[in-house]
Structure formats: structure tokens, C-alpha cells
């Protein structure tokens, strides 16, 4: 069992501080500014929430700098470091999607919309309402899948092309599968879901098994 | 627990084509300071970050505090503290939050003797690293690695841009800690001076190995320097000791040795009247090896060492 430790945290939680404010002001932007009624079909929040794990990955994973070298040598284990990293990227997407959420839920979108006089107003609280939803889902997704390309592709000698292709694949199958799995309905439907947490679970641990391996050279 | 807090067996590191580390051996008893001396390239950076878990080693086998240094457990890990080359925190970090940092990793960290540590060189915890001085951004690392209260310290050049009265400083905060409870440290220097204040073990490194290793004293009592004016070392020169280098001076051939049990008196009687034995001092001693070593190598084979 890992225990947060503050001190770590806020060190990646400063490193990961871009990823975090392009996240949180794409997200309240569209929500601000998006004219038509927002649904899972937009294609602007689900390359926003991509920009920013590709960022969270980046960030949290300079491993060829000195700063890295510092911080993994601090005595920290390396599965207590892989906890630390999951954990910084998940408050930055609460960071990043809680104000949207706010945005939404609070109604302050459709009040703005009705001062500019949208005909779309009055549907929109209730109509959005489960849409971030769909934008936490990509998150949980793609927050691992990133970290594992980078941390398979900082490793020149096990493959590092494997790294990208299964980003490619994880997206390719959410743009292929999306529509596919929204049909469906009873006990299809919950083995999609149960297919969906595998994956994110293969892709947290197998990031943690090559983050063990990882070498940090400065 | 065991008895070495470092053991390498035939230990391996290739970068590509070059060999950091070619069969390394070497050990660390708890209680000592293991100054290890080299050329710049002769791996010691390498065999520092092999130890400390940041990459990994080609072969052989790296042992730390009884675990392998690549899958060190938390328990493990955090009683090693690493002060390295290119391993700096980043810009805006203060003092306050590396201590902070420092502490979730090591069980042991003693804020209160950071505190001191760094109030003795007028550095303000609230300060970015960013800010300090060359001097203050080493003492603030070494501090952070002392107030771990680790059992194994490495340290990379720790005196890099530090005055004499904050290595002093260090050096005497190293030393009380070894002696206090039983740390071992490993300390890879350029500064003789420094090698011969603090080391109770030296290890020379060329080309990925471990040269000379030995207790210091017993070095300073072991090796001389053997000048013959006739211009040619003797083949039975590789009997008598281990030959550690060799060098054409003006007209003398001049032989660092160092005795196997064999006293300045035998060797004398064996060489003939031409041959002059001096004491070396440890630089002589290391550009001996350094510069000299392979011409011995060549010559007397294995009796180098």
C-alpha cells in the first residue's frame, strides 16, 4: 500500500503545473464559449483532455534531466515514485475537470448562453449535465496509456516504437468502438465496461513494471 | 544484516561500444570511507549510479546493503542517499521543500540537523535553489544527503564549488557519521588533499576496473617508486611486487611498485646498485597509475594488478 507523501506530490504537482492549466483552461473555455449544446460527439474536449495527458506523460517523465535524476535518486522506490505519478496526473485531471464540471452543473453556461441570446438555453443544463462524464472516462484511459508510450519509449533497448503504437491503438479503438459500444445495450454493453477497466488496469501495471526497469540518465 | 554495505562481482557496464565498466570488483565494509579516484571516464559516476538503482548494469552483479541495487526494496532505497553529477532539483525548489521531499524518502531524516547544516552556511531554507550560490547548491545537497542518517552515502564530487571551510565542514560531518553508526560512504574526488583527510579505504579505477585497492596507510606503506639508471627494469622486478606503472624519465626507468611482503632491502639486493627506491605520495602514486599503468600492463602482465 503506498503512502502519499506530501513532499514528493508537490514537487511533480509543480512539474506537471503546464499540463494542468492547458487542461483546465481548454475545458472551461469550450464550456464557456462551445454555442451549440455539448454532447459526447464533440470533438474539441476529447483533443483537449488528449493534449493534456500527452503533456502529463511528458512532463512527469523528463527522465534525461538532471531534475529526474534528482528526484529518482532521493531514495524513493520506484513503485512509490509510479504511485506518486499516477496520483499527481489524476488531481491534475480533477484540476482540470472539476471547474468545467462547475461550469455545467452550476448552470453558469446557460446563463451566459442566455445573455447572448442562444436558443439553445434552456436545454443545456439538463441535456449536458452527464457529458463530463464521457471526458473523465478519456481521461482514465488515455492518463495511462500516455505515461506507458513515454515511459516504452524513454527505453531504447526494449522496443521503444511499441510505445506509440499503443497509444495509436488505444485511439483508434475509442474512435472505432465509441459509437459501436453507445448502441449497445444489456450484457454486451457491461462486458464493453469490463473490457474498458482491463485495459486500463493492464496499462497502469505494465507501466509500473517497465517504470521499474526504467533507466534515468542525465 | 550484512557485513559489506557494497559488493560488485565482475560488475559490467557498456554504453554501446564503450565499456564504463569492465568487470568490476570491489567491496565496502560498513564503518569505512571508500575514496575512489580515476581519470575522467574511468567509470566512477557509472558504478555510483549502478549502486544507487538509477540504470541499469550490462552484467555481474551489484549488491547494496545485501540487496541488488536494481530492485532495491523502499526499505532498502531509502537509507542510501546520492549526492551525482548532473542530479540537481528543479530551479524553483527551496531548501524547505527538498527537506521535505528528502524526508518522505528517508525514515531517518534529521530536519533539525538540516536545519543547522544550513544556517551554518547562511542559506536560507525559504530560498530556490535557483538563486543560491554554486557553494550553497552543494552544501544544500550534501546536507540533504547527511541529514538522511543514511547507511550507505554516495557522493559524486560532493566538494565541487565548495570553499575549503564548507568541505572541511562536510568532510568532519561525514566522518562522525561513519564513525557514529557504522555508515559506510563511497566519495569519488579529484582532490588529493582531501582523499588523504578523510579515506580509511582508496580505489583507483582505469578504463572500467578497479586498479588498486586498498586501506590507505597500507598504500602509503606499500608503494614505492624505483628509478634505475640503467634504463632497463629488470624482468624479476614482476616477482617481487605488483608493478603499477612505468615510465621512461630523462635516462632512468622509472617502476611503481608495490611490495608483496618483500622489504626496500630485498628488493635492492635483487635489482643491483643502480636502482634508487623512494616513498610516493598518493598523486605521484595515481598519475603513476593513470598515466603509466598501461605501459606496466604491457610489460609485466597480470603483475599490475
Redo the contacts between chains.
Keep these: 500500500m503506498m503512502i502519499a507523501?506530501?513532499?514528493?506530490t508537490?514537487?511533480l504537482w509543480?512539474?506537471a503545473m503546464p499540463a494542468t492549466l492547458a487542461g483546465s483552461l481548454g475545458l472551461c473555455v469550450y464550456c464557456l464559449a462551445w454555442p451549440d449544446v455539448m454532447t459526447s460527439r464533440d470533438p474539441w474536449p476529447g483533443l483537449i483532455v488528449l493534449l493534456q495527458c500527452v503533456l502529463l506523460a511528458a512532463l512527469l517523465g523528463r527522465f534525461e534531466t538532471?531534475?529526474f535524476?534528482?528526484?529518482?535518486?532521493?531514495?524513493?522506490?520506484?513503485?512509490?515514485l509510479w504511485g506518486h505519478v499516477m496520483l499527481t496526473s489524476g488531481l491534475s485531471v480533477l484540476a482540470a475537470l472539476m471547474p468545467a464540471w462547475l461550469i455545467v452543473w452550476t448552470g453558469l453556461r446557460s446563463r451566459l448562453h442566455d445573455l447572448l441570446e442562444s436558443p439553445y438555453f434552456p436545454i443545456m443544463a439538463p441535456r449536458e449535465a452527464w457529458v463530463p462524464l464521457i471526458w473523465l472516462g478519456l481521461y482514465v484511459l488515455l492518463v495511462p496509456a500516455c505515461h506507458y508510450a513515454w515511459i516504452r519509449r524513454a527505453q531504447p533497448t526494449r522496443g521503444s516504437q511499441g510505445g506509440g503504437l499503443t497509444v495509436v491503438g488505444v485511439l483508434a479503438a475509442l474512435l472505432l468502438g465509441f459509437d459501436l459500444v453507445r448502441r449497445l445495450d444489456g450484457w454486451f454493453a457491461w462486458l464493453c465496461g469490463v473490457l474498458y477497466a482491463g485495459v486500463v488496469v493492464c496499462l497502469v501495471l505494465g507501466g509500473r513494471a517497465l517504470h521499474?526497469?526504467l533507466?534515468?540518465?542525465? | 544484516m550484512s557485513d559489506h554495505a557494497v559488493r560488485t562481482i565482475e560488475l559490467r557496464r557498456h554504453f554501446g561500444a564503450v565499456r564504463a565498466l569492465d568487470g568490476l570488483n570491489l567491496e565496502v565494509p560498513r564503518g569505512t570511507i571508500l575514496t575512489l579516484l580515476g581519470p575522467n571516464g574511468a567509470g566512477k559516476t557509472t558504478l555510483l549510479r549502478i549502486l544507487?538503482?538509477?540504470?541499469?548494469p550490462t552484467g555481474g552483479q551489484a549488491l547494496v546493503l545485501g540487496a541488488p541495487a536494481?530492485?532495491?526494496?523502499?526499505g532498502v532505497?531509502?537509507?542510501?542517499?546520492?549526492v551525482?553529477d548532473?542530479?540537481?532539483?528543479?530551479q524553483?525548489?527551496t531548501a524547505a521543500?527538498l527537506?521535505?521531499?528528502?524526508?518522505?524518502?528517508?525514515r531517518a531524516f534529521d530536519k533539525a540537523l538540516f536545519g543547522e547544516l544550513c544556517k551554518r552556511r547562511d542559506i536560507n531554507p525559504k530560498r530556490p535553489y535557483g538563486a543560491m550560490s554554486k557553494g550553497q547548491r552543494r552544501w544544500v545537497l550534501t546536507s540533504l544527503a547527511l541529514a538522511?542518517r543514511?547507511e550507505l552515502v554516495l557522493l559524486d564530487e560532493p566538494a565541487d564549488g565548495l570553499d575549503p571551510a564548507a568541505r572541511r565542514g562536510l568532510y568532519d560531518e561525514l566522518r562522525g557519521q561513519v564513525n557514529e553508526s557504522d555508515a559506510a560512504a563511497i566519495v569519488t574526488t579529484h582532490i588529493i588533499a582531501d582523499v588523504e583527510r578523510i579515506s580509511d579505504d582508496v580505489a583507483i579505477m582505469a578504463a572500467g576496473r578497479v586498479v588498486l585497492h586498498g586501506p590507505l596507510e597500507d598504500l602509503r606503506e606499500s608503494v614505492r617508486q624505483v628509478e634505475m639508471s640503467g634504463g632497463i627494469s629488470p624482468p624479476e622486478l614482476g616477482e617481487l611486487a605488483s608493478v603499477l606503472g612505468r615510465a621512461r624519465l630523462g635516462s632512468a626507468d622509472v617502476v611503481w611498485i608495490r611490495r608483496n611482503g618483500v622489504d626496500d632491502e630485498e628488493i635492492l639486493r635483487r635489482l643491483g646498485p643502480d636502482v634508487t627506491i623512494r616513498n610516493v605520495g598518493l598523486e605521484t602514486l595515481y598519475l603513476a597509475i593513470t598515466e603509466h599503468g598501461s605501459a606496466a600492463l604491457a610489460e609485466y602482465g597480470k603483475g599490475s594488478e
Aim: hydrophobic share 40%; with cysteine.
Design positions: 507523501r506530501w513532499g514528493l508537490r514537487i509543480r512539474q538532471p531534475a535524476a534528482f528526484l529518482y535518486s532521493r531514495g524513493y522506490s520506484r513503485d512509490a521499474r526497469s533507466e534515468v540518465r542525465a | 544507487m538503482g538509477m540504470i541499469e536494481r530492485s532495491q526494496p523502499a532505497a531509502g537509507r542510501i542517499a546520492y551525482g548532473r542530479c540537481e532539483p528543479p524553483w525548489a521543500m527537506a521535505s521531499l528528502q524526508a518522505g524518502a528517508s538522511s543514511p
